[in-house]
């Protein structure tokens, strides 16, 4: 990695994931439930892999604002479940095709196609669900949480950025629309997740208008930085196809401004995420370093 | 029709299904929102007709426990969104493969195989948020009637019916698993309309357990009637094709025990939701004339 973490970061991340993991594994219908074939479907694309970033920004918005992690653990699960249905229907051959992810055969190569989409469904579900039922979330919360999500999730958020990628792919697009695109398809979500955590925690107004601005800029960085991955990254790394965007002629921001911009770019608004931080102490230290990390990583 | 309905339910039932459409109206974002596709594509399957069973079930249970159907309303039509996702999926190539539904081409055919998936999961997503952002739904009501419709639309129950009903096509299936594939791909969400509105309403807990059965009830019939339909309706009446359902070797009622044994139980289950209407007066009428009709629809 061209950036060394600090081994207490790695080891935050490691542990958070973990957490994730455990709590995500319990929370899903055994593999055997009937019908068996939906629950592997969505088992097996939920637990692949993946770094957790959303869940573990959603667990470290909670702690910054002094709230307790545990309470925004099933939120934070059910985001997670929001990200890999959009993969899930993302990758299906009327989207954009895709047979790896993480390394491993996306769902329909797995499950057939009409599974896939299924799966996707039901994962979407189950994260209203989840949120709905969880018992560490207080009741008087969870309208707000659900429709935070849902507007999140839905047809003015990640939806509203799959739609225009879509209608944009093969065609010259402008610095407005790729923004369009990255603000919705990737950083609605990602901000939600932290909104989330930071609801859960109790976050006063001014503290939680400083994540929102976070969680945008973090959002849109992370999609600038796998922009710049596509480029520049390893299959082996990345567990998927590389060099996709350009062979899609997707809207990218290395297509609209160039690599060396886009890099420029990225350090700036990691910069400008890390400065929304500002009127956090030493409990926001982990949002300040994933801000970095995302910008830097290599996969 | 076969059935001559009395005019003051034709009647109920035309103006419950215009306050639907109504609401519907001024709940769905408006055409020319950005991005237009996605809205465009969600109007279109959601106002393209339909008789709005469901939502009318909503109001009807929630007066007959004495509630004020208004409050009703905005669970009404996110239960009929649902629904409208549901069909949309369904629909697709690597589904049913339906070029038409209520008369009209079906959102594939129209927008595309990509646009028709995501309108399905913009409408789901947007389901959760009409719930949760009501201002009519009681704040307290609201993370169990998020958690009541995402189960009853999950992996346990409409979608774990359409999986089974897709992998029981060209087999030869028992009349368990046919009933499995009706109570779950119809019954589930027929019977949770009228759970929330009943809830909504201000159920009494024996209520609600009556209204349950009738639910389930009712909703088995309504998947009965259906499959009878589809052997001896016409397409000018029910716009969409006929005999698909032997066509695709779908797991049905008629094909499970004929149609004459299939017309006898839709008969029996008949009066079963009615029987289980016993503990209400006058204001369950429209319950039990909406289960006649269910029956004995030609369309």
Not at 170 to 199: D, Q, R, W
Request: charged share 25%; aromatic share 6%; with cysteine.
């Amino acid at each position: 990695m061209c950036y060394h973490l600090r081994m207490d970061l790695q080891k935050y991340l490691l542990e958070r994931k973990k957490l994730v993991d455990t709590r995500l594994e319990r929370l899903l219908p055994q593999n055997g439930t009937p019908p068996s074939l939906i629950h592997r479907a969505m088992r097996y694309s939920l637990m692949i892999g993946g770094k957790r970033i959303r869940p573990v920004l959603t667990l470290a918005a909670c702690e910054a604002v002094g709230g307790d992690w545990r309470k925004a653990l099933d939120a934070a699960c059910a985001i997670e479940l929001i990200h890999t249905y959009s993969l899930i229907h993302d990758d299906l051959p009327c989207m954009d095709n895709d047979d790896f992810r993480r390394g491993k055969p996306t769902s329909h190569k797995v499950f057939g196609e009409a599974a896939a989409v299924l799966a996707g469904d039901a994962l979407l579900t189950f994260s209203f669900e989840i949120v709905a039922a969880s018992k560490t979330i207080p009741a008087v919360q969870k309208p707000a949480l659900v429709s935070l999500i849902a507007r999140a999730a839905g047809s003015q958020g990640l939806i509203g950025g799959q739609v225009v990628d879509m209608e944009s792919e093969g065609k010259k697009v402008s610095a407005k629309t790729v923004e369009y695109i990255h603000a919705h398809k990737t950083a609605c979500l990602i901000s939600a997740a932290i909104e989330t955590g930071a609801m859960i925690g109790g976050a006063k107004v001014k503290e939680l208008s400083s994540l929102k601005r976070y969680g945008r800029t973090v959002g849109l960085t992370f999609q600038i930085a796998d922009d710049i991955l596509d480029i520049t990254g390893t299959k082996e790394k990345l567990g998927k196809g590389i060099g996709k965007d350009v062979a899609q002629k997707k809207a990218t921001y290395p297509s609209v401004y160039g690599i060396e911009r886009s890099r420029a770019i990225l350090e700036e608004k990691t910069q400008e995420a890390v400065r929304s931080l500002g009127p956090f102490g030493a409990e926001a230290a982990p949002l300040r370093e994933i801000a970095v990390l995302i910008a830097r990583r290599d996969r």
